[in-house]
């Protein structure tokens, strides 16, 4: 599990791991993807309070947004490049 915790929006690098879970900082968006077992024990704990810390942080920062848009614009279309090894995906 990460221990660092990320500034949501702030930047387009930053993530947070929690347990097989990732949380991926943008600028317009923070991507989460993965999974994590929120046990009945220790651990489990350790996860839920790392996972409402950057969800709670997240909240925070949309709360704070005094230009919250409406809705942001959709991601651009990934462009599909010549496969240079000649192999099909």
């Known amino acids: 599990m990460s221990t660092l915790m990320m500034k949501p929006h702030a930047d387009d690098a930053a993530s947070v791991t929690i347990g097989d ?3 991926e900082n943008g600028r317009d968006c923070v991507a989460v993807g993965g999974s994590v077992d929120l046990t009945r024990d220790k651990p489990g704990l350790a996860h839920a309070r ?3 810390a950057v969800l709670d942080a997240v909240v925070h ?3 704070s947004d005094t230009s919250l848009p409406d809705k942001v ?3 651009k279309p990934v462009a599909e490049i010549k496969n240079p090894f000649g192999m099909m995906s």
Do not use: R, Y
């Open 73 to 75: 614009a959709p991601p």
């Open 61 to 63: 920062a949309l709360e």
């Open 50 to 52: 790392a996972l409402k």
């Open 21 to 23: 879970l990732t949380l």
